[in-house]
């Protein structure tokens, strides 16, 4: 991985980490850079476990839908059976798009230029006249949907691998599996992806959002209105807000480029936080939910379940964000200034509509392109891009903060220097 | 919740006060938020009122309750809406975008001597960063005829894209 590349001179990384110091700086060449999205491309995207769907957008037998997961276009279905696949998007025969419909439920698949046709579980299954094609035609399966690599999931969330090695799914999230033990154990019977999907892009490079994601530094900057607001919404009053001090806060390296921030936060939260403005009745439930969690894992990881806020990346570009609403987000790069997401809000089967009223206010209130802060977060990221058009005489990030400290708060960087640090190592091929 | 799935050529148009009351409100309507009279803007609501935005290419009819959208405000939640973008800390939106709308194919869908269900299309653009967003779509109105002229029940504004690509946000009013 560490070949000679002119663009990446061994005496120039991007990423510089001075330990000594406590210094970390990122070279700006990262966001800009084309032949570095190239890299990318390969040596991430093309050999991570990446974000495909989650089991419950598949209901019933023979539903699918059609998922972009690291510039590919993929198939994602159950078949008669039930069982999960994951096909590329692609005729063997001549190439065309054999599933052209978002989503929806079909028992074969069927190619609209030539009528190739193919069962759900990807069997090849047109007949043709005698001596059409030798009689063993299909014998080594090349006229089969073509599955990808590798397929797993961990806990309902289901992700795909474009290189047939490498570690398991389970070794590759590491500690992130703990952060989304708390989340799915939100319910006792399964989350659920509550209907409907935000699609929408930012013209900045992909890595800013996954900085961004898990960034705990500028919220108060960037979101003063959301806060105005929240100060509002929930009872507390801003000022009160602004004046409360941080607890639970914490940023920790997940291993493998994961990382997560947790902390405590005034909103409400659906799973097991009230707030004055749900009332009596919102109380009732919330201290029904947490007396529950308390006699299913004890009192410390029910308080970890009901009071904690995590925001997670899990690298390169898995967002879940358990913190006034559950949020899926996932996100690629569609050119080296511009990049895609695609989020959902993920919710407890078993929730009382009441609380899953207020799930979907308290996730509009912020996240997606209609929020009082998500829009924000975009004109940042997008300002960012834009400042790196000085980056020949202004070279670098700076993502040193809480570098010194021994104990990483929520609202230092040590989680993003854990997503570069792995992005360094896949990338510019350090150890 | 206002029902929307109004049959599409619905005109019980009895004592009409005619398209062209409802055009011009329509246009006064657009012309405060193309010069970002907001606060004037927020006064053509009833109160109780609600302003919604689907996700791209959501059925008429869909359900905030229990379906993802972007934006489905109560009274109280436009009013902040409002007071934020009046706000320089709404930074999607300050410095402020250059925003124009074209409202067309304006029907009365329904009328009684309270109320009416108005539908049109819109095109609104927005231009910021040296970027010209355009928005396509149609809006779905319960205006109420009241001593001081129309008011808004509720505003629905459905876009008719399939995702928010490459518009990326819904940070002004449509």
Same mark, same amino acid.
């Given at each position: 991985?560490?070949?000679?590349? *002119? ?8 990423? =510089? ?14 966001? !800009? ?48 059976? &039930? ?62 949907? =073509? ?89 507390? &009053? ?69 009071? &904690? ?33 695609? &989020? ?26 209609g ?6 977060? !975009? ?53 | ?40 803007w927020f006064?053509l609501f009833?109160?109780?009122a609600t302003y919604e935005v *689907? ?14 959208f972007?934006i489905a405000d109560d009274y109280?939640r436009l009013q902040?809406r409002i ?22 194919? !304006? ?15 819109? !095109? ?15 809006h779905?109105y ?10 808004i029940a509720a505003k629905r504004s ?7 690509? *490459? ?6 009013i449509l």
């Amino acid at each position: 991985m560490a070949e000679a590349d *002119p663009l990446l001179p061994r005496d120039a990384p991007i990423v =510089r980490e001075d330990v000594t110091r406590s210094t970390f700086r990122v070279d700006r060449r990262a966001f !800009v850079d084309p032949a570095i999205l190239k890299r990318e491309r390969d040596h991430i995207f093309s050999t991570c476990w990446l974000y495909l769907g989650h089991a419950s957008e598949l209901k019933r037998p023979n539903d699918f839908l059609i998922r972009s997961v690291g510039g590919r276009e993929l198939v994602f279905n159950r078949d008669r059976k &039930g069982a999960v696949h994951a096909f590329f998007n692609v005729c063997p025969h001549r190439g065309a798009q054999v599933v052209r419909e978002s989503s929806g439920n079909a028992m074969s698949f069927r190619c609209f230029y030539h009528g190739w046709s193919f069962n759900n579980n990807g069997q090849f299954a047109s007949r043709f006249d005698a001596e059409t094609y030798p009689a063993d035609f299909n014998a080594e399966g090349c006229a089969n949907l =073509r599955s990808v690599p590798r397929l797993d999931s961990y806990r309902d969330l289901w992700f795909v691998n474009f290189s047939a090695e490498g570690e398991s799914l389970s070794d590759y999230l590491a500690g992130a599996k703990e952060i989304i033990d708390l989340a799915v154990d939100h319910s006792e019977i399964g989350m659920e992806v509550v209907g409907g999907t935000q699609e929408y892009s930012i013209r900045a490079n992909w890595k800013l959002l996954a900085e961004n994601s898990n960034d705990g530094y500028h919220a108060s900057e960037t979101h003063s209105t959301y806060i105005d607001y929240l100060g509002v919404s929930t009872g507390y &009053g801003a000022q009160a807000l602004r004046n409360a001090k941080p607890t639970l806060s914490r940023g920790i390296d997940l291993g493998n480029g994961h990382a997560v921030i947790e902390y405590a936060a005034a909103w409400g939260r659906p799973v097991a936080q009230s707030i004055p403005t749900w009332g009596e009745h919102g109380k009732a439930v919330i201290d029904a939910k947490r007396a529950r969690l308390e006699e299913l894992y004890g009192p410390d990881r029910a308080r970890r379940i009901a009071r &904690g806020n995590r925001n997670m990346v899990i690298f390169p570009n898995l967002v879940i964000n358990d913190i006034m609403a559950l949020t899926v987000r996932t996100f690629y790069p569609e050119q080296v200034d511009e990049l895609h997401v695609t &989020g959902w809000a993920l919710a407890p089967v078993d929730e009382d509509p009441q609380f899953r009223a207020w799930r979907l206010d308290n996730f509009l209130e912020f996240l997606g392109p209609g929020g009082f802060a998500t829009p924000d977060d !975009v004109e940042a990221l997008e300002s960012a891009q834009k400042g790196y058009r000085n980056l020949a005489e202004v070279p670098f990030n700076d993502l040193s903060r809480g570098m010194a400290r021994a104990e990483k708060l929520h609202d230092d960087e040590e989680q993003m220097r854990a997503f570069w640090r792995e992005w360094s190592r896949r990338v510019e091929g350090v150890a | 919740m206002t029902e929307w799935a109004v049959a599409m050529t619905d005109q019980g148009a009895t004592a009409s006060l005619g398209r062209a009351a409802f055009e011009d409100f329509l246009f006064h309507e657009a012309a405060l938020l193309d010069e970002w009279r907001l606060d004037e803007w927020f006064a053509l609501f009833t109160e109780g009122a609600t302003y919604e935005v *689907p996700t791209a290419g959501a059925p008429d009819g869909a359900d905030p309750q229990t379906t993802l959208f972007y934006i489905a405000d109560d009274y109280a939640r436009l009013q902040h809406r409002i007071d934020r973008l009046n706000k320089p800390g709404a930074h999607s939106e300050f410095p402020r975008s250059k925003v124009m709308r074209v409202i067309s194919n !304006v029907r009365i869908l329904s009328e009684n001597a309270e109320e009416a269900r108005i539908g049109c299309c819109f !095109v609104t653009y927005r231009s910021k960063n040296d970027v010209t967003d355009v928005f396509p779509g149609h809006h779905r109105y319960l205006l109420r005829k009241t001593a001081d002229g129309l008011r808004i029940a509720a505003k629905r504004s459905y876009l008719d894209l399939t995702n928010l690509r *490459p518009q990326g946000r819904v940070s002004i009013i449509l």
